[in-house]
């Protein structure tokens, strides 16, 4: 059942009782409030839960020069969000309005109340994460990216920003606004994309990890020593390992090259994932999977790409792209695959004008009231055609095989042959695209030789699957499609590790893996017990250097 607006208002926005008022003050501070305090400011990278006991708050934004309150609480109420468990920058301000008294709960404090009280745990972790989804569908000016949407460095900065929950909103280039966004920062940069952090700070062409550190989204992770588990990747599989872990009391550090979900993320809805009738989004899932391993205490940090992996002095040593490192006693490679490209001469000129491997809102703005294609014979292909189908004129779903009864769930092939504007194509391939600055036209190649061309604005990828393993060291085993070995295989009594012990996998990365939602979760809640018998067995690290991933 989908959450009504009215419902998330009320899940955002709760009133502490007595009862549980008296549960905070064992973690909080009390203090007296004057009308103009400042409690908490756009951008401190450390800041309280603050619950009014007297007088009244504001949360108020400060992005466009003048301040916009967004919330006004009284007694009982409180102000705070996600940032408090994952240590992200405050997106507002919160002042006093009418003096009064507060309670002053630090982040550590929160951290902690939400691991041993379930009454308040499940109060504000459920408000949180709705406090969030309002500020994402808000569009919140405190962040604003400027350009063409067509082109590809707009839509990676979109994608890391959606996908990641974090409020922006998007002017084009030719808009008369951007003339006042731009004004206090004099003649702008020669950029294709800028970026305004906050209303202060003006980005040119900046990198998803470059606009994380600009937002304090670059989570730092400070380690005297190793942490119990690193867990690299975060779609389903990785996520299950981190909430699992971190819920059996183990330290555990989890990363990601774009955003949690993985390519499951990116599914536009789940029907088959028991649990959800009416469906779920890969995004929504992920989100609440991020939300349940942050409760218990896992750190999560996005955006870092592993590079390498290494063992020295008893632990093992996670290298990522810009240079940082991260040390475990164990490792869960949870990296998932990869939708293949289409393999065609043209298709650099088109990555994110024309071609995508995904199928969101995001990527359903470039379809209104066009034809797309949609290529690939699994669920994920037939959910985007579906999908696509409310936004676009036409959706031809072409495949390769002579019919979709070997790769795609019996329910979804009979809903796709239902939709009026869904076309489906069989032994057909796609053999080339035209277009000048984006994608204008696809040709097609049928069974029979036969060729066609169409004019589509898009075409989705979702062909195959490429395991993410470039990265291992050549002492882990892989099968001969580059999927990771695990047990047996691997010369291991461990179903899930691999041939360098201490190091396991699970999910669509691992050879033999059910590509589905439901058994990624699965794995990734089964591994955690070998991770233990791994650990318990296992000679102690010696603490090598303190080591400070992060800017």
Request: aromatic letters at 6%; a negative charge; proline letters at 5%.
């Given at each position: 059942?989908?959450v009504t607006p009215?419902?998330?208002q ?15 003050r064992?973690y ?14 756009v951008?401190?990278?450390?800041y309280p839960?603050v619950v009014?006991?007297e007088?009244?708050?504001r949360?108020?934004?400060?992005s466009?020069?003048a ?19 994952t ?5 507002a301000?919160c ?20 691991r ?10 459920v408000?949180?994460?709705a406090?969030?989804?309002i ?6 000016a405190s ?12 839509r ?12 922006h ?7 008369p606004?951007?003339?006042t966004?731009?004004?206090p920062?004099?003649?702008?940069p ?6 305004v ?17 600009a937002?304090?989204l670059?989570?730092v992770v400070d380690?005297?020593?190793p942490a119990?588990?690193?867990v690299?990747g975060?779609?389903?599989a990785?996520l299950?390992t ?5 819920s059996?009391?183990l330290?555990?550090?989890a990363?990601?090259?774009i955003a ?14 028991l ?6 989004s ?5 989100f ?6 942050i409760?218990?205490?896992?750190r ?13 002095d008893?632990c093992?040593?996670?290298?990522m ?7 475990g006693?164990?490792?869960?490679i ?8 289409l393999?065609l ?11 995508y491997?995904a ?6 703005r470039f379809?209104?009231g066009?034809?797309v294609?949609?290529?690939?014979g699994?669920n994920?292909?037939?959910?985007a055609?579906m999908f696509?189908?409310?936004h ?7 495949y ?8 795609m ?20 391939n796609?053999?080339?695209l ?7 036209a696809?040709t097609?190649?049928g ?10 604005s ?10 993410c393993?470039?990265?291992?060291p050549?002492?882990i085993?892989?099968?001969p ?15 899930y590790?691999?041939s ?26 089964v591994?955690?017990?070998?991770v ?8 102690p690290?010696v603490?090598?250097?303190p080591i400070v991933?992060?800017?």
């Amino acid at each position: 059942m989908s959450v009504t607006p009215d419902d998330l208002q009320r899940q955002a926005f709760p009133v502490f009782d007595a009862a549980q008022i008296t549960a905070l003050r064992a973690y909080s501070t009390e203090r007296p409030t004057q009308t103009g305090d400042v409690l908490f400011e756009v951008g401190d990278s450390y800041y309280p839960l603050v619950v009014v006991l007297e007088g009244r708050t504001r949360v108020l934004d400060r992005s466009q020069g003048a301040d916009r309150v967004i919330k006004e609480s009284g007694p009982g109420e409180f102000h705070g969000d996600l940032g408090l468990l994952t240590g992200q920058r405050a997106f507002a301000a919160c002042v006093v309005a009418e003096p009064g008294r507060v309670l002053l709960a630090q982040p550590a404090a929160v951290q902690e109340m939400i691991r041993t009280v379930p009454d308040l745990s499940d109060l504000l972790v459920v408000a949180f994460a709705a406090r969030r989804q309002i500020l994402m569908q808000s569009a919140a000016a405190s962040l604003t990216i400027i350009g063409v949407e067509e082109t590809a460095s707009v839509r990676t900065l979109q994608e890391f920003l959606d996908r990641n929950r974090i409020p922006h909103r998007f002017i084009a280039r030719v808009d008369p606004a951007v003339t006042t966004v731009l004004a206090p920062f004099g003649y702008p940069p020669p950029a294709q994309t800028l970026v305004v952090v906050r209303g202060a700070r003006l980005l040119a062409d900046p990198t998803p990890i470059e606009l994380a550190r600009a937002l304090g989204l670059d989570l730092v992770v400070d380690q005297a020593g190793p942490a119990d588990l690193l867990v690299v990747g975060t779609g389903p599989a990785g996520l299950a390992t981190a909430v699992y872990s971190a819920s059996e009391g183990l330290s555990t550090v989890a990363i990601d090259n774009i955003a949690i979900g993985g390519q499951a993320g990116t599914s536009s809805r789940i029907e088959n994932y028991l649990g959800f009738p009416s469906g779920i989004s890969g995004g929504e899932l992920a989100f609440r999977g991020e939300v349940q391993a942050i409760k218990f205490g896992a750190r999560v940090t996005v955006p870092r790409r592993a590079m390498t992996l290494r063992e020295r002095d008893g632990c093992f040593v996670v290298g990522m792209d810009d240079g940082a490192e991260l040390l475990g006693r164990s490792v869960v490679i949870a990296t998932g695959a990869r939708y293949r490209r289409l393999g065609l001469p043209e298709q650099d000129r088109f990555e994110g004008v024309g071609i995508y491997y995904a199928a969101t809102d995001l990527e359903a703005r470039f379809c209104g009231g066009n034809e797309v294609v949609v290529v690939g014979g699994g669920n994920s292909a037939g959910q985007a055609s579906m999908f696509l189908s409310r936004h676009a004129r036409r959706v031809h779903h072409v495949y390769r095989g002579s019919g979709l009864g070997a790769s795609m769930s019996e329910y979804l092939i009979a809903r796709l042959q239902r939709v009026p504007n869904i076309k489906l194509w069989f032994g057909t391939n796609v053999i080339a695209l035209h277009g000048e600055e984006k994608l204008e036209a696809v040709t097609l190649k049928g069974p029979q030789g036969d060729k066609v061309q169409l004019s589509v604005s898009a075409i989705f990828a979702m062909i195959g699957a490429e395991p993410c393993t470039g990265w291992l060291p050549a002492a882990i085993g892989l099968d001969p499609r580059g999927f990771v070995l695990t047990g047996a295989d691997a010369g291991t009594s461990s179903s899930y590790e691999t041939s360098m012990p201490g190091i396991f996998a699970v999910g669509d990365v691992r050879s033999g893996s059910v590509k589905r939602v439901a058994s990624a979760v699965g794995e990734g809640s089964v591994v955690v017990q070998a991770v233990h018998r791994y650990l318990q067995d296992a000679v102690p690290a010696v603490a090598p250097e303190p080591i400070v991933a992060g800017a």
